[in-house]
């Protein structure tokens, strides 16, 4: 799986901007002038993506002086958080320059902890995903610290990779499905995993990482892979469908986290007041009608691994297979309903549908845009929902992305961390 | 009715803080300069609002030199933003200074056109609600010009009451409950009123206010009302109950309008799937079961003024008539599903009732609580789900609240359009 390319102008759009800072003007705050600066520089480097300006170009971009940059950038070159490509001329004028970009030779790994499987990634600082993997994996049924070294394993096989590729890994970010305090490594909660305040230690999985591994929620990594990387746009909401079903609100570029962490529990919005009883323990979610196993369970899918039900799902509703049909076009309905009162309440423009939502999107399409025509005519285009393109890995892209964007934000730390600033 | 002194504290810290700026650092932009630090001032004054700074003080919270604040000042006094009150030493050295406070010669009028009423306030810059009179009107019958007459009308009873307090009114705010685009003057759509794309020209409602009138949704005026005046905390969700319900999402104490400008539909959330048809085209909408119209009916309450219809419903609540109490608890129940998908999308912390829903809170909460606790078990605590003691005046003194915030942000304009700049 090779996405090429990511679209760096978007990650790095939503990186505040800086304004520069005169060190003259402030020679007691040395440090904080270059800790600004130091953002600034890299920032404009992430930003211009793929056009790889040279050093006059960013001094005339940030309004520093071409002194000043070349400074800031030998800092950069030499920490490699960025390379020096290609020989031009800036026009008719002038020596050749070389062209500056967010280097290929460092990376950071993305993992995900899902119900039924592990996955891992490697993405370059370039927004290349070198490598990705995913092993089914019934984590529910074990313990978390086993979860954990079967991650470690797998995370191993990114290690080999950027060690064969000669790239750097810097962190990995780690998303669950469930929600966590990212600053204390804890899972607060995540129902369909079986875990509760559970403490984890992710900066094991990798083998000294200087970053470290970022925990974080896997519905909202997923939607910031899709503003990066995907079919993300500045305001939508992407839905994540997996045993349990839940979302990322990206508003303005950013995503909405809410005053205590846990926006965006689509699979908790009550579609039917008197349906059935919730993991969560609410009644009438939308998990209850659309997720996974409610899917499997109603169109009378048997038990067995994920790939095997995915495909005897698939299998029956090519065979128009009532049963399967009508499960699936229930999700859809009700899938519709949920988006209804979310596109009420947050004003949505666009939805983007991931996970079994995208896999299912051709059998379960028609009845969510029925359903959404009926609850609230003419608000959601059928344009503007949108299947994702990016499968698993825009969890792994959002996760890996976060770390990455860290870096961009704070260079001066870690500069600092590798002792270079 | 008088609710006394606004939480002046509360309205100015939604106006973001600015730096100040050292005049001769930029000799050229002087005019900028200015502008960016009477803001800073004026910002300042209202900031601190029962404490009343003296110059030295301002001078010494904003970093500007005593000089630069006696001169920004004196124009602020000039223009009659500001007003100098009282002697008092600072401390025990230097000369007794007077202290400063946003003027209560000069005031906002708040007004609000709803389906069956109108109503109209004096808000004077202390943030006090001089006057407040409200009339019923079949809004929904008269054409919009007519109803603007009428408005007008009612307006010129604030303005008097104004003139004979020796108040100055400076602009106006008018609420509406509808879609509006307020650069535009243009209410896009207000279903309950029967008006789709309606130009007005809420100037007109006031007789040579400076700045104009401004056109707000109403329940996002209410919402800012609330958070500036009433129960309102960093993060809440206000519930406007009328003939329609819709509701103010405030995120971070700022109005969270979403991209389209229409976010907090709370009325059209879908709380039952085979619910009925609603006057937004959808169907099942939490309105169909909860807004004031819904609940007279179902109740079995006959036709009649508001007031009449109102008393009625509270008559029968309080004789235990079953069809009212049942209607009164449907709507209760509804509006937990509403509001526990609210909560679960949003993460929201706590909820203000405004409206119908303030009225019959008594009857109401006991099934609403019950519903939360059925369908989002622990998420909203009850003590987190209050009811608004600002009854309508809410409306209007978030309408005109919109307005002086404006002459905070921009003091500037507002000089120079009184040709003191």
Chains 1, 2 share one sequence.
Not at 304 to 313: E, F, I, V
Not at 367 to 388: I, M, Y
Request: proline share 5%; with cysteine; net charge negative.
């Amino acid at each position: 799986m090779d996405h090429g390319q990511w679209n760096c102008g978007k990650i790095f759009n939503t990186v505040r901007r800086r304004q520069p800072v005169n060190e003259q003007a402030a020679p007691g705050r040395v440090g904080d002038v270059r800790r600004r600066n130091l953002s600034l520089v890299l920032d404009s480097i992430a930003r211009t993506g793929d056009s790889k300006p040279s050093r006059a170009q960013l001094a005339a971009g940030t309004g520093l002086t071409k002194a000043a940059v070349s400074s800031l950038v030998a800092d950069l070159v030499e920490s490699g958080l960025v390379a020096e490509v290609g020989l031009y001329r800036d026009g008719e004028r002038g020596r050749p320059g070389q062209g500056l970009e967010l280097s290929s030779r460092r990376g950071v790994v993305g993992m995900e902890i899902n119900v039924d499987y592990l996955a891992v990634g490697l993405v370059d600082l370039g927004g290349k995903l070198r490598f990705s993997a995913a092993v089914e994996s019934p984590n529910r049924d074990m313990r978390p610290a086993e979860v954990m070294d079967s991650l470690r394993e797998l995370a191993g096989q990114a290690e080999a990779v950027a060690a064969a590729e000669d790239v750097t890994v810097l962190g990995g970010g780690l998303a669950v499905p469930g929600l966590v305090d990212e600053r204390q490594n804890l899972v607060l909660s995540a129902p369909n995993l079986h875990w509760n305040h559970e403490l984890l230690t992710p900066g094991n999985l990798l083998h000294g990482a200087p970053l470290g591994v970022r925990l974080s929620n896997e519905a909202n990594s997923a939607a910031l892979g899709e503003l990066w990387y995907g079919a993300g746009r500045p305001d939508f909401l992407y839905v994540s469908g997996e045993v349990g079903v839940g979302a990322g609100v990206i508003i303005n570029s950013d995503l909405y986290r809410g005053p205590g962490g846990s926006a965006g529990e689509l699979g908790h919005i009550v579609v039917h007041p008197e349906g059935p009883s919730c993991s969560c323990g609410g009644a009438g979610c939308l998990e209850t009608f659309a997720g996974q196993e409610a899917i499997f369970s109603s169109a009378g899918i048997a038990p067995g691994s994920l790939a095997t039900r995915t495909d005897d799902l698939l299998a029956a509703l090519a065979a128009n297979e009532p049963r399967a049909t009508r499960a699936v076009q229930d999700a859809g309905r009700y899938l519709g309903v949920a988006l209804a009162s979310s596109a009420r309440l947050l004003d949505l423009e666009a939805v983007v549908l991931g996970g079994h939502f995208a896999v299912l999107a051709q059998w379960l399409r028609p009845a969510l845009e029925a359903s959404l025509e009926r609850h609230a005519p003419g608000l959601l285009a059928p344009e503007n929902l949108v299947v994702s393109s990016l499968e698993h890995s825009g969890t792994l892209l959002g996760a890996a992305g976060q770390v990455i964007r860290s870096v961009i934000e704070s260079p001066f730390e870690f500069l600092l961390a590798s002792k270079l600033a």
